[in-house]
């Protein structure tokens, strides 16, 4: 025998009760490992060997090219901030997508052998 029981009788408050769902980061993992291996998460790291700024060790080749993209006036040492240099990161990520971590960080990383190398890096991290 199956009972089912509910309660017929609207309910005598009326409210609308809206729950806050937290962002979908689909790159959050990615970013903390590339933090890691580029910078130890520091978001103030400076490369003079390669003028390379933040969290992100963003270069001028990679900023140029995204001012042009996006129509930017962004400076290098605006890539201290790390929400510039995150929302740059997300640029190039979002282009791949967040389905191929490994293309992401090596096409960051830049062209050629040691994207490999860097890549283990940050899938070690992951």
């Not at 809206?18 to 962002?23: F, G, M, T």
């Not at 996006?70 to 929302?87: A, P, V």
């Not at 640029?91 to 830049?110: C, D, L, Q, T, V």
């Amino acid at each position: 025998m199956l009972l089912i029981a509910f309660n017929a009788f609207a309910p005598s408050r009326k409210e609308i009760v809206v729950l806050e769902n937290p962002p979908v980061e689909p790159f959050k993992k990615l970013i903390d490992a590339i933090g890691m291996v580029e910078t130890k998460r520091d978001t103030l790291a400076y490369n003079p060997f390669e003028v390379a700024v933040g969290y992100f060790q963003i270069r001028p080749v990679r900023l140029k090219d995204y001012n042009e993209r996006t129509g930017s006036s962004y400076l290098i040492q605006d890539m201290f901030n790390y929400r510039i240099s995150e929302k740059i990161f997300l640029y190039y990520a979002s282009k791949i997508g967040p389905y191929n971590f490994e293309r992401i960080a090596r096409e960051w990383n830049g062209s050629g052998k040691m994207t490999y190398v860097y890549w283990k890096e940050v899938k070690k991290n992951l």
